[in-house]
């Protein structure tokens, strides 16, 4: 059974860092999964933050996080990360990581998942 496990969140002043995990398992090695990030802010829609190819060597940014986010992965150990630096309030939200297709980094969508981790919360205020 593929699962994805988040963590990482917590609360954090403006201006400040956090780095986010995502745990993965039950994909195979011959499996392609892309795998994003995602959040989802209250009476607000869930939004792509940042997605990354399988191998690593493809992403895609949401432009509000643009120079402040990076995505990573770490194929050896199953793990993805999300590096969060110059956090603002606005960014506050539950972050989800997620795996689908191809398709996934590319347009960096809810609708490409196809598998969700049950998400972590960041809170930015001083």
């Known amino acids: 059974q593929r699962r994805l496990v988040e963590s990482g969140g917590g609360l954090v002043q403006p201006g400040g860092s956090l780095r986010l995990s995502c745990a993965a398992s039950g994909f195979t090695s011959s499996d392609y999964y892309a795998v994003g990030w995602f959040r989802q802010a209250p009476g607000k829609e869930r939004e792509g933050v940042a997605c990354?190819?399988?191998?690593?060597?493809?992403?895609n940014y949401a432009d509000s996080v643009k120079g402040r986010f990076t995505i990573s992965r770490d194929n050896a150990k199953n793990a993805v990360y999300l590096q969060m630096n110059s956090l603002k309030p606005e960014d506050t939200a539950v972050y989800y990581c997620?795996?689908?297709?191809?398709?996934?980094?590319?347009?960096?969508?809810?609708?490409?998942?196809?598998?969700w981790g049950q998400g972590t919360q960041v809170t930015v205020s001083s």
């Open positions: 990354v190819s399988s191998s690593g060597g493809s992403t």
């Open positions: 997620a795996a689908g297709s191809r398709a996934l980094v590319r347009f960096c969508e809810v609708s490409q998942a196809d598998v």
